[in-house]
């Protein structure tokens, strides 16, 4: 298993919803991380986990909460959340420490109404 | 601070080579790598350079040369599928941070 899978594909919410995304890669990575990627703009990093160890938060606001389970699975819980939130939500893996390719998953496209 | 430049836009032909440049500010660097991403899906990985030369990878090739923050991603044999916007990215030593430039649209043309 080579792929890094995203749930849900498409996700939309309204600004008072509790709602919750998934990722999952199974190539033995100890590194995943959260971008969120707006139209024709690059992906901005917002979380990363080491070794299941919060390594990295991108200043990013509380209504953005990331956990990580394990080692295969990383979940980011949204609430309150704005429309300016709208956005491709990418995950992705690395085997570990230093210039390891990332591994992109596809994606959770998220609407906030 | 950091600061990554890509041209906005490209345009060439199929069965071209094009060349994409990518010119990089940054304190503590540990590496330039090249992501492909095609319209509405996730970035693919294309290259990773860390020390200077030329890496080649089929019809790929990426060159680095740190003194002058400089990188670029050779495309050869352009095909109508390489239609996408390219990614420079830079990570920085210290952690896993990857900082990625604003990307560069390729358009080939038949």
């Known amino acids: 298993d080579t792929e890094v899978t995203q749930t849900p594909k498409h996700l939309v919410m309204g600004m008072t919803n509790k709602k919750s995304l998934k990722c999952e890669q199974h190539?033995?990575?100890?590194?995943m991380y959260w971008y969120k990627q707006k139209a024709k703009k690059p992906p901005e990093l917002m979380f990363v986990y080491s070794y299941e160890k919060l390594s990295i938060n991108e200043s990013v606001p509380s209504r953005f909460s990331p956990e990580c389970p394990n080692s295969s699975l990383l979940n980011l819980h949204l609430h309150a959340l704005q429309p300016e939130d709208s956005a491709l939500y990418l995950c992705?893996?690395?085997?570990?420490?230093?210039?390891?390719?990332?591994?992109f998953g596809p994606g959770t496209r998220l609407t906030v109404l | 601070g950091q600061n990554i430049d890509q041209p906005t836009e490209m345009t060439a032909t199929e069965g071209a080579i094009v060349q994409i440049n990518c010119t990089y500010q940054t304190s503590g660097f540990n590496g330039l790598f090249w992501y492909q991403q095609h319209a509405g899906e996730a970035p693919t990985f294309l290259s990773y350079n860390v020390l200077d030369g030329l890496e080649e990878k089929g019809r790929f090739s990426s060159f680095l040369s740190r003194s002058k923050g400089y990188s670029y991603l050779l495309l050869k044999e352009l095909q109508m599928k390489d239609s996408a916007s390219y990614l420079c990215a830079v990570r920085k030593t210290g952690g896993f941070k990857t900082i990625f430039g604003a990307g560069t649209r390729l358009f080939v043309k038949a």
């Open positions: 190539m033995g990575h100890r590194a």
């Open positions: 992705a893996s690395s085997p570990g420490l230093g210039g390891d390719e990332q591994f």
